[in-house]
């Protein structure tokens, strides 16, 4: 049997979490107001290295968590973030990413980590079900998502509070027969083999 | 609509909400052990848990954004359940849960009684914008409860849930503040002179 890379999409690959180069970058990307706001409802708040750090030491659930940073094919630059929650009884799990430095936004990066990260879920991890949150004032991610094949399921009205104004908190979803009918669509992941098992 | 009337904070027409003491460790860990109750609740592996665990949980549940409630009816003060609220302040939204413990309890208005409750909590004490909540596709019951109190459909997380070989959808509902309001106007809702007047 043969196994399609897990790791390498076509702009980008998952790889390791290495400090302190990792730390360094996001602690840079947390002084980014605007990434912040995309990529949770939290207050915006700075964070040093070395909290990064303890932060990935103190990391709980590590049976159920699949963090990853996502590097450049070319050039192997460290662009961002990106990670899977699991729900091991119900065979769903969490997707969460990041492209941190501004100038690789909005040019296929994150759309390509999507898939890699919804691959991993379905192939490695043996999901049924991958699901994500995104936000009503971030059009360029739903996007990416659904090139990436996710559907929108769920709108929490004006659930999202900036700048005085409401918006909308989004669930989108990517089921295995959906995922399954569009690798047969695309072509299977297996035409990228650089692995043999 | 019938009318509803909200008393005072913490007191409905059937139960009240109050304190969990730590002596009813013993009902949280009975409950533990009814696997449907465990199934209604939560994504979690049904596993029964003894009192001490549930004597710790109390110890440590002071997080400034939780709201938990025992849920007590007013006739005799039992404790049937509990609920609570998760807050996100910064965005004026809440997560909603309840739980009606006792089985003898469920199906006789008591829970809907305290999701009232809860809502005037959400809305008169904590400020909040709207209140957020989840029901499994398999609980009808809650799910008739969550609408008679206003909740809106609010979408459809598919196939997420699997249990006994089965994937189960899980509905998503909320409750804005505004519709809340225009509910308890059409209701005829009014406060007690008391909780007006300084």
């Known amino acids: 049997m043969t196994f399609g890379t897990l790791y390498t999409g076509s702009l980008v690959r998952l790889a390791a979490r290495i400090n302190p180069e990792f730390a360094e970058a996001l602690a840079r990307w947390t002084h980014d107001a605007e990434y912040m706001r995309l990529i949770g409802g939290d207050p915006a708040r700075m964070i040093s290295a070395a909290q990064v750090e303890a932060q990935i030491q103190k990391e709980k659930n590590k049976e159920s968590s699949f963090e990853f940073a996502l590097r450049t094919i070319d050039g192997d630059k460290l662009i961002g973030e990106g990670g899977l929650s699991v729900k091991w ?60 094949g996710f559907t929108r399921e769920v709108v929490h009205r004006g659930a999202i509070h900036r700048d005085g104004q409401r918006y909308d908190d989004i669930m989108m979803s990517i089921l295995r027969p959906e995922w399954d009918a569009m690798q047969e669509r695309e072509g299977s992941h297996s035409q990228q083999d650089t692995t043999r098992g | 609509m019938s009318s509803y009337h909200i008393g005072d904070l913490y007191t409905g027409k059937l139960v009240r909400l109050g304190a969990v003491k730590a002596e009813e460790k013993d009902a949280l860990s009975r409950w533990s052990h009814d696997a449907e109750y465990m199934r209604m609740m939560n994504f979690n592996v049904a596993y029964p848990q003894p009192p001490s665990f549930y004597e710790e949980k109390m110890k440590e549940d002071h997080s400034p954004n939780s709201f938990y409630f025992g849920v007590r009816t007013l006739a005799d003060d039992k404790l049937i359940g509990n609920t609570g609220l998760w807050c996100d302040f910064t965005h004026g939204d809440a997560w909603f849960w309840i739980g009606i413990g006792e089985a003898d309890s469920r199906g006789k208005g008591y829970g809907y009684d305290a999701t009232e409750l809860m809502l ?3 809305f008169r004490e904590l400020n909040l914008y709207r209140v957020t909540l989840g029901v499994f596709g398999y609980n ?59």
């Open chain 1, 89 to 148: 009884n119900h065979q769903h799990t969490w997707l969460g990413i990041g492209i941190g430095e501004p100038e690789y936004r909005n040019r296929g990066y994150g759309t390509d980590a999507v898939k890699l990260l919804t691959s991993y879920a379905f192939r490695e991890l043996g999901m049924h079900r991958v699901q994500l949150g995104v936000f009503g004032n971030n059009p360029r991610a739903m996007r990416a998502y659904e090139k990436a």
């Open chain 2, 140 to 198: 009808e019951r809650a799910r008739r409860t969550y609408e008679k109190a206003g909740f809106v459909h609010e979408g459809t997380q598919r196939e997420v849930l699997y249990r006994e070989g089965k994937r189960w959808d899980l509905q998503d509902m909320g409750l804005l503040r505004s519709e809340w309001e225009a509910r308890r106007e059409q209701a005829h809702v009014v406060e007690p002179e008391r909780m007006l007047s300084p």
């Open chain 2, 120 to 122: 005037g909590y959400a």
